[in-house]
T-cell receptor, first 113, second 112 residues
Framework: EAGVTQFPSHSVIEKGQTVTLRCDPI?????LYWYRRVMGKEIKFLLH????????ESGMPNNRFLAERTGGTYSTLKVQPAELEDSGVYFC???????????FGQGTRLTVV | GQQVMQIPQYQHVQEGEDFTTYCNSS?????IQWYKQRPGGHPVFLIQ?????EVKKQKRLTFQFGEAKKNSSLHITATQTTDVGTYFC????????????FGQGTTLQVKP
């Protein structure tokens, strides 16, 4: 069975440009999470989907970030326009039920220059 | 929401020495999970503790959940270079919407 996959693995964009990250969770996992880790610091929660609904988006830094999960399958996280401080590794994770083991993707390393 | 403090933030040990990281909450937790992230890798689930006073072992790793379910620890006996990475705890608490949040992590360096 495929794990959580993220695309792209790396992205380098200029300040002001738009980037869209994609996450394909494990099939059948209703819970999907987005996180960001900057410079080896904490894993910062961004938001949580249950199926196609945003259960909690309290971690989204501002309105330049937009996450969607149409149909409750894969999810996208769009940053528009990107700023320098958006650089970091964006992780997606999925779990079958609330509070159970989360499986992480390999992450997307975003560099804004 | 649930918040936890992890200490220490960094730990350098000589290979063969023991290592312990602590995860502390001001509120009672329903459960706690531990994850490990190797340098350049992604977080990987290690274990979940649910019961008060629970102790679980995985080879050289020992996980404990406090009697009051407000703290937890991960102890590694006789560290090896393969133990290098950052260890995160993730609390589950009553009233939690189900989102998974993480402590600040403890980064372990092991000198061969």
């Amino acid at each position: 069975e495929a794990g959580v996959t993220q695309f792209p693995s790396h992205s380098v964009i200029e300040k002001g440009q738009t980037v869209t990250l994609r996450c394909d969770p494990i099939s059948g996992h209703d819970n999907l999470y987005w996180y960001r880790r900057v410079m080896g610091k904490e894993i910062k929660f961004l938001l949580h989907f249950v199926k196609e609904s945003k259960q909690d988006e309290s971690g989204m830094p501002n309105n330049r970030f937009l996450a969607e999960r149409t149909g409750g399958t894969y999810s996208t996280l769009k940053v528009q326009p990107a700023e320098l401080e958006d650089s970091g590794v964006y992780f997606c994770a999925s779990s079958a039920t609330r509070g159970t083991e989360a499986f992480f993707g390999q992450g997307t390393r975003l560099t804004v220059v | 929401g649930q918040q936890v403090m992890q200490i220490p933030q960094y730990q350098h040990v000589q290979e063969g020495e023991d290592f312990t990281t602590y995860c502390n909450s001001s509120t009672t937790l329903s459960n706690i999970q531990w994850y490990k992230q190797r340098p350049g890798g992604h977080p990987v689930f290690l274990i979940q503790l649910v019961k008060s006073g629970e102790v679980k072992k995985q080879k050289r790793l020992t996980f404990q959940f406090g009697e009051a379910k407000k703290n937890s620890s991960l102890h590694i006996t006789a560290t090896q270079t393969t133990d290098v990475g950052t260890y995160f705890c993730s609390p589950g608490g009553s009233g939690n919407t189900g989102k998974l949040i993480f402590g600040q992590g403890t980064t372990l360096q092991v000198k061969p």
